[in-house]
């Protein structure tokens, strides 16, 4: 915590995807909730991710957040119940209604098989249900269409890694980055020249260095490997394996991120 904080990260969220939330069981993703909340001391926003398949159990998840002490949720979709869209406006609404922090809308067509269409986005932060939306659908003229039918009552946060700079050039006002995990100051200056300084001459120029491997990690599939294999090449610490079912990377993937890093300008120590 203390790394990423100190690297300019400007907040954490603990037990989201590339985290592996989803794989962990309730006791952990609680236990994960409060190390990381102590650990971070309000010197930066921490943001859990607590989706769950059911609105009861989500709900559950949410609260036990606010009441350690979160700023906000993150909540991507059900991932195993087919819902239509007053399905999911009731999922959120409900939610929201039980808790008295943000929630960040996590948009991840990919996984949740669930694409939820910028309208309903827009309905639900206009009721004053979500704040935020992780938009990942891969579909970049969602940023401007979000942000025009919002009318601004919604900030859009780009979650893939590949098409960032993209996002920020329509708009979007944030990045939840899974190479952030080990490639914090790059990520941070890359999103300070694009968004805050309006510089892209620069942010064009970072992410000449970081874009293959953000692409490597989003568009293989395997961004929680890559993402463990990337702390552990950069920082040199062993962060374990995947979780099962996921298997570790082969020797020729791990080589193949390894030249990566390494032509990025980042010294790999594994």
């Keep these: 915590m203390d790394y990423w904080i100190n690297s300019g990260l400007h907040g954490l969220i603990p037990g989201g995807s590339t985290g592996e939330g ?3 069981l309730h006791e952990e993703r609680k236990r994960l909730m409060d190390i990381v909340i102590d650990q971070a001391n309000g010197r930066v926003p921490v943001i859990p991710g607590t989706a769950c398949n059911g609105t009861k159990e989500t709900i559950l998840l949410s609260k036990y957040a606010q009441d350690a002490g979160a700023d ?3 909540i991507v979709h059900p991932f195993y119940s087919i ?3 007053s399905e999911l406006y ?3 609404r409900a939610i929201a209604n039980a808790i008295d922090i943000p929630i960040i809308l996590y948009n991840n067509p990919f996984t949740s ?4 269409k910028p309208s309903l986005v ?3 932060a206009r009721d004053g249900y979500i704040s935020y939306v992780k938009e990942c659908s891969g579909y970049l003229q969602r940023v401007p269409e979000i942000i025009r039918l919002s009318e601004d009552k919604v900030t859009v946060f780009i979650g893939v890694d590949d098409t960032h700079l993209e996002a920020f050039a329509l708009g979007a006002q944030g990045w939840i980055a899974g190479i952030a995990n080990f490639l914090p100051h790059e990520c941070v200056e890359l999103f300070n020249a694009a968004v805050k300084e309006k510089n892209f001459d620069k942010a064009v120029e970072i992410n000449r260095k970081i874009r293959p491997i953000g692409e490597l990690t ?3 599939g395997k961004f929680v490997q890559y993402c463990k294999y990337g702390v552990e090449l950069v920082r040199g610490k062993p962060v374990g394996p995947p979780r099962m079912p996921l298997q570790p990377l082969s020797e020729e993937e791990r ?3 390894r030249a990566l890093v390494t032509a990025a300008g980042r010294s790999a120590r594994a």
């Design 22 to 24: 989803p794989s962990m």
């Design 72 to 74: 906000g949720v993150m």
């Design 83 to 85: 819902v239509d869209e």
């Design 90 to 92: 009731e999922h959120y």
């Design 113 to 116: 098989k669930i694409d939820m």
């Design 122 to 124: 827009v309905k639900l």
């Design 218 to 220: 989003e568009q293989s």
């Design 255 to 257: 080589s193949r991120y």
